[in-house]
């Protein structure tokens, strides 16, 4: 496990859990598209993503997490580390240094999604994703 940056070890688990905004971006995949970018991929998503009709979303297993979702789901402090926050996360809002996955305009993203599918169809499909979910995915419908 990594260790939480020094702005968020003074807070208590209830209030790091108050700072997320239930926007889901670390609940899909991200893929690097060109040197020093990585984009979300918002066409798949980890089976166990709820969505409100707030349109926030919810970890529907969130206190089996770790277990159900298998290496997919990260504790927030190798989130950080990994990179798997988008920069507007409150997490990572301002941090110096961090980088994280882009969420692209669809235009854009629909320019590089060939690139993603044959990266990640490459890999298979992941244990977090539903067998439905990556049906569409790879037939994209």
């Known amino acids: ?3 939480l ?3 968020l070890r003074i807070l208590n688990k209830s209030q790091l859990e108050s700072m997320c905004v239930d926007c889901g971006a670390c609940c899909h995949p991200a893929v690097p598209i060109a040197k020093g970018v990585t984009a979300i991929v918002p066409d798949l998503q980890c089976k166990y993503l709820g969505r409100a009709d707030d349109g926030k979303t919810n970890c529907t297993v969130y206190e089996q997490r770790f277990e159900k979702a298998g290496g ?3 504790d927030l402090a190798t989130a950080i580390a990994k990179g798997l926050f988008p920069d507007p996360c409150p997490y990572v809002k ?3 240094g961090y980088d994280g ?3 692209l305009e669809s235009h854009t993203y629909n320019l590089v999604k060939p690139q993603i599918h044959r990266a990640i169809i490459a890999k298979g499909i992941p244990d977090w994703a539903s067998e439905h979910m990556w ?3 790879v037939g994209g419908k």
């Open 1 to 3: 496990m990594s260790t």
């Open 5 to 7: 940056p020094s702005h």
């Open 72 to 74: 997919w789901c990260n």
């Open 94 to 96: 301002d941090m110096p």
């Open 101 to 103: 996955p882009v969420l």
């Open 135 to 137: 049906k569409v995915f």
